[in-house]
């Protein structure tokens, strides 16, 4: 079959306007000369510009970057109202992109955050929680996680009696699929011992009794239709908006994306936008097969509407399972379950027609692909779609496209399809990598393999599953070594230039807003970082720790440390 091929180039950064010398700034005719509103200067400042990698200063106006260049070349931009900023000993990067997340918070506003290292940390923040929440109504703990905990086991029923003996209480694990569940919510679900497993879910049992351990359909059909659950207001979504953009501009990233938005959380982030409590600039991925994105359709609106605070991007759909849940459908078994190659959510037939209506309605579209089978299947619907194409790359996207091999490599290169893995999944996740075992971790979360055939690869957490934090996502890109050490697929490490450059102008790539952001040039949005090190200089296994002093979103500084 003969297909489409674009050109993509490893390098995107460099196809912009060169520097503007400072002097032709000046006004013509005796005008008064052009003033910068902002100057930093004698930083480190990695451009990610193809033309002028590193410079010592830049220089804003209103929301974009005037000039960049030394302290010499932008000292005549400085007057009276000039804020000036000293980078000495600093490092100043594009603001960082996130391309896959789900950023709207509504859930985090109404519990407590359980992303602690001990189960004695958990317990306080719990019994702080019990103390804001309504009487009667279900404790909230979020983004637990079991795995990495001092004691060295997960939480249990027991441990949520001791702080919260007289209301039903629940630490959710940040995966989403299982959760811990205290005595007193066991009753108000009428769980007992004798009370069977239901179809699809499973209540932890031990010694004859419950341990509090929910999983799956127990979880998501009994637990969460048992008793009284904080009510998700469109305040209270406001309030998650804004809470998730404090937090991640104080990672240091300056836009994201909601992969799978609905006119909930839409509403909400134009709340928090009116509000001036939107931080973050935001792509927003509208969910397939929903009323709402047909309703979008019919209002005539397509990938690009919007603005440089929140626009449209690409349509999302999901073919198959998840990867740090091991669902993903592969075309070989998980290690030690002979019998289990995944599960695929759509057929090829409904894969070809969600294309076809994406390309007929302007939309872009991002397909959820993580094995290699559902990776195959969009490819398939995107080599059907670009035949007899004539129009500019679309950019389809392969939402984690988590296991690769160079067949696949090859064709998401020809299609010029951007794929969006894991970037904090190596560091972070390490002890689920087991049941994929290290051969298939070679072909996972391939940034090496990507770069290597010139494929724009893109910068995603899929947080609230992955960390968002963009210093741990180089950390992890660069050493691939989990929490214990284990270092997960070392043959695709990538460079610290690389990560950041995948972080940055490959992030706004992803969104086809490259023109406006993702590097440091003139005429682009003045979205900058300042860190306190420069992560090249530093051990590559404490990138994350590198304090982010300053973010800097449009201008104005959205973050302070
Ligand atoms: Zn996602």
């Not at 985090?108 to 602690?116: F, P």
């Not at 019994?127 to 109504?137: D, I, R, Y």
């Not at 069977?196 to 932890?204: H, I, L, M, T, V």
């Amino acid at each position: 079959m003969k297909r489409r091929k674009f050109i993509t180039g490893s390098s995107l950064a460099g196809a912009g306007v060169a520097l503007s010398p400072a002097s032709s700034l000046l006004a013509a005719n005796g005008a008064e000369p052009i003033q910068a509103d902002l100057l930093i200067k004698s930083a480190r400042v990695y451009t990610m510009d193809g033309t002028r990698p590193l410079a010592e200063a830049v220089a804003v106006m209103g929301d974009r970057i005037l000039a960049v260049g030394s302290n010499e070349d932008l000292k005549s931009l400085v007057g009276p109202g000039t804020r000036e900023i000293d980078g000495t000993g600093t490092t100043v990067t594009p603001g960082f992109i996130d391309a896959h997340s789900h950023p709207d918070g509504s859930n985090e506003v109404t519990g407590a955050n359980v992303n602690l290292r001990s189960i004695a940390e958990i317990k306080a923040a719990m019994h702080a929680q019990a103390a804001v929440t309504p009487a009667g109504q279900w404790v909230i703990g979020n983004k637990y996680d079991d795995t990495k905990l001092s004691e060295g086991r997960p939480a249990n029923r027991r441990d949520l009696d001791e702080v919260v003996p007289d209301q039903p209480a629940i630490l959710r694990h940040r995966g989403g699929h299982t959760a811990v569940v205290n005595s007193r919510g066991m009753k108000v679900a009428g769980i007992t011992v004798n009370t069977p497993d239901p179809e699809g879910g499973s209540f932890g049992r031990e010694n004859g009794e419950l341990t509090g351990f929910v999983a799956e359909k127990a979880l998501l059909d009994v637990i969460y239709n048992a008793g009284e659950w904080p009510e998700i207001t469109r305040a209270v979504r406001q309030q998650g908006v804004a809470l998730m953009s404090r937090a991640m501009v104080a990672a240091g990233l300056t836009s994201t994306t909601d992969s799978w938005g609905n006119v909930e959380s839409l509403v909400a982030y134009q709340d928090a936008r009116a509000a001036g409590e939107l931080l973050t600039r935001l792509s927003f991925m509208p969910g397939g097969e929903t009323e709402f994105f047909s309703n979008l359709k019919s209002a005539g609106i397509r990938s690009g509407f919007g603005d440089e605070w929140i626009r449209f991007g690409a349509v999302k759909y999901a073919a198959d399972g998840s990867a740090s849940e091991r669902t993903m459908r592969m075309s070989t078994p998980f290690n030690g379950r002979p019998d289990d190659y995944g599960i695929l959510t759509m057929n090829q037939a409904e894969i070809d027609a969600a294309v076809d209506d994406a390309v007929a309605n302007g939309w872009r579209i991002g397909i959820h692909t993580n094995g290699d089978v559902a990776i195959d299947m969009a490819l398939n619907a995107y080599e059907r779609a670009l035949q007899g194409w004539t129009g500019s790359n679309p950019r389809f996207r392969l939402e984690h496209c988590s296991l690769v091999n160079p067949e696949l490599l090859q064709r998401i290169k020809d299609t010029g399809s951007v794929p969006t893995p894991f970037y904090t999944y190596a560091h972070y996740h390490g002890n689920k990598w087991v049941d994929y075992g290290p051969e298939k971790m070679q072909w996972m979360f391939a940034h090496r393999s990507f770069l290597d055939y010139g494929i724009p690869v893109a910068p995603a957490s899929d947080y609230t599953p992955g960390p968002f934090e963009p210093l741990m996502a180089i950390q992890s890109m660069v050493t691939r070594m989990d929490f214990k050490g284990r270092v997960w697929g070392p043959n695709q490490r990538i460079s610290v230039a690389e990560a950041m450059k995948i972080c940055t102008i490959n992030g706004a790539y992803a969104s086809m807003e490259e023109s406006i952001k993702g590097s440091i040039m003139p005429g682009k949005l003045a979205d900058l970082v300042i860190l306190a090190a420069d992560p090249h200089d530093a051990i590559a296994d404490e990138i994350k720790n590198i304090p982010v002093l300053q973010t800097i979103v449009g201008g104005e500084t959205v973050f302070e440390a």
